[in-house]
């Protein structure tokens, strides 16, 4: 298998770390470097034809793209541990919070990023003002899960789950706007530096 | 089971049409009014915290909060007829263009939708500009989901599947943007017509 990725961006992360997690070590990672535009080059727009990373290509030809699907691609056939959860609430409950980390903290980051970040200057068409919107969300969105981590371990259930790899990806992200966990997040953090240290952060 | 939904937003509708298509038809439907603000209200706030609909609450008093997570739970319990595939290689690409859908299609039709729309003023910040970028996004992704729809006639696999219900919702849901399809869409106009024949989406 081969893994197209890219060290900067989150959504590759998420797959490297779960590869980690699944102690699989045998994908060939390749590097499409988004800062020079390789992603929205011919050769890898006929993998993946929005540009988009990561995507996966089996040894088949078969090409998965977006990182969650081809997470569950890998759960399917590597399944121990179980990222996903195992019985029917465990996977629905998992899948809600990996949700909530997708939409309230990761997308919501990448709209902040582009919006704000010179990177995108020139790039794409910038609103500073949505911007700041977005980012102001996020700060919001921080308290609300500092809130809800109060007790607990792990974001979804008792154990680590593919929601605190999707929330740590999301959360390491908020760099790129300026976006940080304060000192008043201490349920955050004290979850934040656990997960960190796990030997999959560093994927 | 009892279902917190809104007879206007998409993410209820794809619980009810995934529900009809599952041929289950014992859940208790609770209409919540986004117009009137119910979904901001402590009792349903207690329910689910960011006031997003729908959430499915067990026999049990389990609640199930995110669409898709939902959607899941049902087809974990009811797995007949397979909505989210069957084999590895067909979960991950259904996954994959349920996602596709959900993030250029519905996620960004509900950006143009907050940011045009007047229903939203004096509710959010709107900012237009950002507004017009995410429309003429859609109408982009558009063009580019009607050529992956050529010859084909659904969009994950060879059979309906989350992906094809998910599209409908977020398609459907343009109208609140003013995003419709075009003529030259010839192919999504056929799969289109042929979608919205099922009896389930009406639900």
Not at 39 to 58: E, F, R, T, V
Not at 69 to 79: G, K, L, M, Q, S
């Amino acid at each position: 298998m081969k893994l197209f990725t890219n060290q900067f961006a989150p959504n590759p992360r998420r797959v490297r770390m779960f590869l980690a997690e699944k102690a699989i070590d045998d994908v060939e990672l390749v590097e499409v470097s988004i800062k020079d535009g390789e992603n929205h080059q011919p050769d890898y727009l006929a993998i993946n034809p929005l540009g988009w990373l990561p995507s996966l290509q089996l040894d088949d030809g078969t090409i998965i793209c977006e990182s969650t699907a081809i997470c569950r691609y890998i759960e399917e056939t590597v399944p121990e541990p179980p990222l996903f959860g195992s019985t029917a609430v465990e996977k629905a409950i998992i899948d809600q919070w990996t949700r909530h980390m997708e939409f309230e903290i990761l997308a919501t980051v990448a709209l902040a990023f582009r919006n704000l970040n010179k990177f995108w200057a020139g790039r794409i068409p910038q609103v500073p003002e949505f911007g700041t919107i977005s980012k102001e969300l996020v700060e919001k969105r921080l308290n609300w899960l500092d809130k809800h981590m109060e007790g607990r371990a792990y974001i979804a259930t008792d154990s680590y789950s593919y929601a605190d790899l999707t929330a740590l990806a999301g959360i390491d992200f908020g760099r790129v706007a300026k976006i940080r966990l304060q000192d008043h997040h201490v349920n955050l953090k004290r979850w934040h530096e656990s997960i960190s240290s796990r030997p999959s952060a560093k994927a």
